[in-house]
């Protein structure tokens, strides 16, 4: 086998060992998304915020959000910590789980922002299209870090390091 062979066969079986269960990630996906859907209901409820209904919304952006940045957050802290120590796995899942989190949330955020301002927008695969729906989605993923992500603390934060917590303590 050649050297290139060997290497893309070596890199090919690290991520395949880094694939998670499909039980943890039906699991943990459930319970992230439920977790960080209660976050932001919580913090939506004590701050009284607009009408039931928006809070209704925007705490079920939080769980969908939640739910499907869990399988990405939790593949990329094994990729990132395969055959290294508990410590190591711990800050992966921090930050992998966090970053899958804020992002695919924001993600989906500047899709529902995206489709309110649609009207507005030139026609669809027009070049000034393109540079409307990439302002507009850039716009909305800085507004969703600067005003969402304060609805994760507290418990999102206590949810990431109990998740963390238990991702470092798996059986490696």
Do not use: K
């Not at 060992?17 to 998304?33: D, K, M, N, Y």
């Not at 924001?106 to 302002?135: C, D, I, K, N």
Request: a positive charge; glycine letters at 10%; proline letters at 3%.
């Amino acid at each position: 086998m050649s050297t290139h062979g060997a290497i893309l066969s070596r890199n090919v079986n690290h991520v395949c060992r880094a694939l998670p269960g499909w039980r943890a990630t039906l699991f943990g996906s459930l319970v992230w998304g439920v977790t960080m859907g209660a976050s932001a209901l919580i913090n939506l409820l004590l701050d009284h915020w607009v009408t039931p209904d928006r809070i209704r919304i925007v705490s079920l952006l939080f769980a969908g959000g939640g739910a499907l940045a869990f399988p990405l957050g939790l593949f990329a802290a094994r990729l990132v910590s395969l055959g290294r120590g508990r410590e190591a796995a711990f800050a992966a899942a921090m930050v992998c789980l966090a970053a899958a989190t804020i992002g695919v949330t924001a993600g989906l955020y500047a899709l529902q922002y995206r489709s309110y301002y649609a009207e507005w927008h030139a026609p669809v695969f027009t070049l000034t299209w393109g540079f409307q729906l990439a302002f507009t989605m850039a716009v909305a993923s800085y507004q969703f870090v600067v005003l969402g992500i304060r609805l994760y603390f507290p418990l999102g934060f206590i949810a990431l390091f109990a998740a963390s917590l238990w991702f470092a303590l798996q059986r490696r």
